[in-house]
């Protein structure tokens, strides 16, 4: 799993509001180098919740300054600040461990990249209409 | 995105380069972030919805969540194209319903509805108010067009979907080259004429 996966991975159980951002509870994450499409990062930039983000990049061990506080039109055209943000995006892989709803506990496993989002027929929330 | 284990570890063996996978049931609602997507495909999944497997489970409540969810996690402006093999009418009649009713505008378009084996069922949605699906497939000559629209009333203009159109099955040029392709394997066949790969008259 990509952290840029990880950033709109929800918790949508039952009861549960926001169920964002998971946390990541990493126990084996892997480097792979991809090719760099500066074009589809500035496409994705504006559209990534920052600060899941860097609670991502911490969670998994990454140094918390790979990234900067906020994001800025400004550093759209820095190609350094944007080949940063395709290795944080794109090369980081998550391989094996959980990800855990920061209001419920709920747990979703992580196995060979794969995160388990299954939930059962009784935890989906009920349908309003 | 897959209910199945098994098909997730094939889909991990090949090459996803930009993609990624999770496992996750479609009929529990689709676990993203609002406004994320610009747009989303799906490829023979939509009709497993259709089928309780448990006793907890309905299919219209299943339906439901899958079309609410992902009128949620769309942007605005997005689309989505969905292709399924409903195994009655009425499953397609169902699904596309559910669409309706969810607040997506378009259709379903059915590709080559007289050929049983290139047959194909997609689901076309959309935000506008005036959209349209595209125009369906179909073979040469074969009629009136069959998409059947389910929300949008308004008739606006026509808008028809970017890329190429596939050539359509059994024209004159695919006759021909099935020809020529079987006299190559020794097999007999009828010479060309005039009449080869003509439509015939409509006779009732």
Known sequence: MRLLTHNVLRCAIKGVEEGYPLSIEASEVQMEESPFRP???????????????????????????????????ALLGDEAFLRALHRVLMDVHVVAGALVCPESGRRFPIAHGIPDMMIAEGECPRDDK | MDISTD?????????????????HDMGTGLPFRPSTFDGVISVSALQWLCYAQTSEQSAKARLMR????????LKRGARAALQFYPETPEQAVLISSCAAQAGFTGGLVVDYPNSAKAKKYYLCLSFEHGYRAPQALEQEGAGAATGVRVADRERQ???????????????????????????????????????????????F
Not at chain 1, 44 to 63: D, M, S
């Open chain 2, 7 to 23: 098909m997730l570890d094939v889909a991990n063996e090949r090459e996803t380069d930009h993609g990624d996978l999770a496992h």
């Open chain 2, 157 to 203: 203009q026509q808008r028809r979907q970017k890329g190429k159109k596939r050539e359509a099955i059994k024209s004159k040029d695919w006759v021909l080259a099935k020809k020529s392709r079987q006299r190559q394997q020794g097999k007999e066949t009828r010479p060309d004429s005039k009449y080869t790969g003509r439509k015939r008259k409509d006779k």
């Open chain 1, 39 to 73: 074009d589809f990062v500035k496409h994705i930039a504006p559209t990534l919740n920052w600060p899941a983000l860097r609670q991502a990049v911490k969670q998994v061990g990454l140094p918390e300054d790979m990234l900067p506080e906020a994001v800025s039109d």
């Open chain 2, 66 to 73: 899958f079309f609410s969810s992902l009128y949620t996690v």
